[in-house]
């Protein structure tokens, strides 16, 4: 699935400078982490992962407009689906 079908305004950048970069981190397993990217291929760009023995953290870099809701909804439908640890 490429990336734009999933986020689509994440191609404004150069359209529009006031958007900015928001970070989410995840914790999930690795096989979360694979399922994710399998589903996900074209999010290399926007996903790095941190190995650990069980664990991994999956990093997703949205971007949107400062206090943009496409943004923020996008950031709390992410940390719902991936059980974000704060």
Not at 29 to 39: E, K, L, P, Q, V
Not at 49 to 58: A, P, R, V
Request: charged share 30%; glycine share 2%.
């Amino acid at each position: 699935m490429d990336a734009r079908a999933l986020w689509p305004e994440a191609n404004m950048t150069e359209r529009n400078k006031s958007w900015v970069l928001h970070t989410l981190a995840a914790e999930i397993t690795n096989s979360d982490y694979r399922r994710f990217c399998h589903a996900s291929a074209s999010l290399d760009q926007r996903v790095s992962l941190i190995e650990t023995k069980s664990n991994c953290t999956l990093r997703v870099n949205i971007y949107g407009c400062k206090g943009d809701a496409f943004a923020d909804d996008e950031v709390r439908r992410i940390a719902i689906r991936m059980r974000i640890v704060q």
